[in-house]
């Protein structure tokens, strides 16, 4: 049962459409897992679109385990819905970025042994850093999106060097092994979501999100967007792409429902 957490009062209109932006870096994985061409990254992500994803993100990394370069090409050139283009701040993937122009570009944090992104962009220490590609991206007419922990500090910080969107990393809730730490995890997510509309920033959320989980953060009505693939890809191991996605796409409504009039 979807655990229930309060999370805003009713609003008196009705909402608008919460995106899902569906991530399909695992089908690539599973795919380099033995070499060949299948799956198919972009046959997922078609599939992705006709369930009801509002757009796709695929996530670039430096070591190319799972989406590779040519996935990148395809996506930006065959698809209908808009690529969220997920990257690390160096000069090889602001390039890729520059040449295939994606709708969005997020910029996450990468290490090399992680296995997936651990935690938030430091940009309070490192908007110097991070200044020149917000800039460079955002010049050459693609969205940019800072992946970042619900801290003020750090929405702060996005606003300060220009972000248009940012992306509030929700693992900490999602892993939660008790109510109580799940319940304060929850608070800060809706803290910040609030921050980020005050601020001007356009809020989305990923990183963990669940069939379980995912109803009281559909439910923020600051959050636009949601981003979900290793639960989505694992759940298709069972049920097929289609179905998850279109469950996923039922309990986001189910939870956006809550903040309507």
Same mark, same amino acid.
């Given at each position: ?102 709708? !969005? ?5 990468? +290490? ?5 992104? *651990?935690? /938030? %962009?430091?940009?309070?220490? #490192? &908007? ?55 319940? !304060? ?5 809706? +803290? ?5 509309? *005050?601020? /001007? %920033?356009?809020?989305?959320? #990923? &990183? ?54």
């Amino acid at each position: 049962m979807t655990e229930q957490i309060p999370t805003t009062e009713s609003q008196g209109t009705e909402m608008q459409h919460l995106r899902l932006g569906v991530n399909i870096d695992h089908v690539a994985t599973i795919r380099n897992a033995r070499g060949g061409i299948h799956p198919d990254p972009l046959r997922a992500a078609q599939i992705a679109e006709a369930a009801g994803a509002d757009g796709i993100t695929a996530h670039l990394r430096e070591d190319r385990r799972h989406i590779a370069d040519h996935d990148i090409k395809l996506l930006a050139e065959n698809l209908s819905i808009p690529l969220n283009f997920e990257m690390a701040a160096t000069d090889e993937m602001l390039q890729i970025a520059l040449d295939h122009k994606p709708h !969005a570009a997020c910029l996450v944090p990468e +290490k090399r042994e992680e296995r997936t992104t *651990e935690g /938030g %962009l430091d940009v309070a220490g #490192g &908007h110097n850093y991070l200044s020149r590609f917000v800039n460079e991206i955002r010049g050459a007419g693609i969205r940019v999106s800072l992946f970042v922990e619900p801290s003020v500090e750090q929405l702060e910080a996005s606003s300060h060097i220009g972000a248009d969107i940012v992306e509030l990393h929700v693992g900490p809730y999602c892993d939660a092994d008790t109510e109580e730490k799940r319940a !304060a995890e929850f608070e800060k997510i809706l +803290k910040a979501a609030k921050a980020a509309e *005050e601020l /001007g %920033l356009e809020c989305h959320a #990923g &990183h963990g999100l669940t069939y379980d989980t995912v109803e009281p953060v559909a439910a923020i009505p600051n959050i636009v967007e949601l981003n979900i693939g290793h639960f989505l890809i694992g759940e298709a191991i069972f049920v097929g792409l289609d179905a998850s996605i279109r469950e996923m796409r039922r309990r986001m409504d189910i939870g956006r429902a809550q903040v309507k009039g």
